[in-house]
Nanobody, 135 residues
Framework: QLQLVESGGGLVQPGGSLRLSCAASGFNLDYYAIGWFRQAPGKEREGVSCISVSDGTSVLTDSVKGRFTISRDDAKNTVYLQMNSLKPEDTAIYYC????????????????????????????WGQGTQVTVSS
């Protein structure tokens, strides 16, 4: 059974740091794209970051560039979101989501799925982890 489990959220003061984890079970992350999204109360769910697992290419939304970093640990089948210099406006529930690879007939293997910041492009979601930035 395919499952994504987020962890690492919590309460932190402005300027502090947190590292979120997205652990995958029931499937291997190779060739997947994994995205981090967040949803604040009364707002739409927005894309924060995404990584193409096999080649490591990644994207960040403008509001977190220079503060957040996305990475993966292939051995642990886990994607991380390192969040530094946190601001109150970063307060939200953070979700990770997976985008399944397509099969490449000519290569006889999956084709690396490209990143997206559109939530509708993702297939499976974790349950979310709360991040609260407040003094």
């Amino acid at each position: 059974q395919l499952q994504l489990v987020e962890s690492g959220g919590g309460l932190v003061q402005p300027g502090g740091s947190l590292r979120l984890s997205c652990a995958a079970s029931g499937f291997n992350l190779d060739y997947y794209a994994i995205g981090w999204f967040r949803q604040a109360p009364g707002k739409e769910r927005e894309g924060v970051s995404c990584i193409s697992v096999s080649d490591g290419t990644s994207v960040l939304t403008d509001s977190v560039k220079g503060r957040f970093t996305i990475s993966r640990d292939d051995a642990k089948n886990t994607v991380y979101l390192q969040m530094n210099s946190l601001k109150p406006e970063d307060t939200a529930i953070y979700y990770c989501a997976s985008r399944k690879p397509m099969w490449a007939q000519d290569l006889n293997r999956p084709h690396q799925r490209m990143c997206s910041m559109d939530r509708d492009d993702f297939d499976d979601w974790g349950q979310g982890t709360q991040v609260t930035v407040s003094s």
